[in-house]
């Protein structure tokens, strides 16, 4: 789920982190507040954001927040599509090529897959992880990935 569905119902809640350049990631939460409105508007959305973080912006397909403390904004985007058949269990990591046209993905189950960002059509089925896929990266020619598993083994993988 999205921070824009999570925070679709009164209550609704969305984790947020701001990562900072050699130090530490710093981690919070989203809350809506609690009002009666079941259309959300969002350009008029009352969102709280925990200690420390300060929501700047937020509208229909973007949340800006900020870490004013340790200089640090971020930016979330609204997802405009949505992939739901390419992992049968869940999705721990992602990464978009630097062109933006690939993107990869890699599961609970093993799976390190390859799509294509404008349709979600499945490119390739990497193989080589006999467990989780934890993460995964393009490299910045985006036709090499490295991917870490929970078989504690690293693959450079030909996209």
């Excluded at 420390?52 to 403390?69: A, D, I, Q």
């Excluded at 059509?121 to 006999?130: A, E, N, P």
């Amino acid at each position: 789920m999205d921070w824009k569905e999570a925070l679709r119902n009164p209550g609704g809640k969305a984790w947020i982190s701001c990562s900072r350049i050699n130090q530490s990631t710093v981690y919070g939460e989203l809350v809506r507040a609690h009002d009666n409105e079941d259309n959300v508007d969002y350009n008029s959305l009352a969102v709280e954001a925990s200690d420390g973080f300060s929501v700047t912006n937020v509208n229909k397909t973007s949340l800006t927040l900020s870490f004013p403390e340790g200089e640090c904004s971020t930016k979330f985007v609204s997802p405009s599509a949505i992939f739901p058949n390419l992992h049968k269990k869940s999705i721990r990591c992602i990464d978009i090529s630097p062109g933006g046209g690939l993107g990869v993905s890699g599961g609970d189950d093993g799976t390190l897959l390859v799509w294509d960002t404008s349709n979600g059509v499945l490119r390739r089925d990497l193989q080589g992880h006999i467990s989780d896929v934890n993460t995964c990266k393009f490299f910045p020619s985006g036709k090499v990935i490295l991917s870490g598993g929970a078989d504690l083994r690293l693959k450079n993988l030909v996209s």
